[in-house]
């Protein structure tokens, strides 16, 4: 295991990100910017919220798998239904209230586990846990 977040959750306000990779920073490099741009770079996931502008949600810098199990790394590296699409806010609350999980691939070739702990138009709270790859990336 690379990093996680134990009992201080990440608290992510509409247009805020983190970087999953990050390992140093106590608030996970956090940074207001749409995934993968300028802003946002290094962002893995960004809360979109409902901005009214298009994109509401969580977004990934790479791409992402809701989970129906209990998961871990081996789920993570195993899953083949990985989608670049975001996630809206209602999906994160039914989610939210079927207890599912997030794999989420990094942009530093990590995989990590979001696991949703609450969800409001204003404001994302999730738990998360990034593994350092075992196996070599082609």
């Given amino acids: 295991m690379r990093r996680q977040t134990g009992n201080v959750p990440i608290k992510l306000k509409v247009g805020y990100g983190v970087d999953l990779d990050d390992n140093v920073s106590p608030n996970w490099s956090a940074k207001s910017g749409p995934a ?3 802003a946002g770079y290094g962002s893995d996931i960004v809360y979109e919220g ?3 502008l298009g994109a509401d ?3 990934f810098n790479q791409d992402a798998a809701l989970e129906k199990r209990s998961a871990d790394y081996a789920t993570c590296a195993e899953e083949t ?5 975001s996630i809206s806010v209602g999906d994160l609350e039914n989610d939210l209230r079927a207890g ?3 794999c989420v691939r990094t942009s530093e070739n990590r995989y990590g586990l979001i696991t949703l702990v609450s969800v409001s138009t204003s404001q994302l709270v999730v738990s998360a846990t990034v593994w350092d790859p075992q196996f070599a990336s082609q």
């Fill in 36 to 38: 993968g741009s300028s």
């Fill in 50 to 52: 409902t901005t009214g």
């Fill in 57 to 59: 949600g969580l977004e």
């Fill in 81 to 85: 239904g990985y989608s670049s699409d």
């Fill in 100 to 102: 599912k999980k997030i």
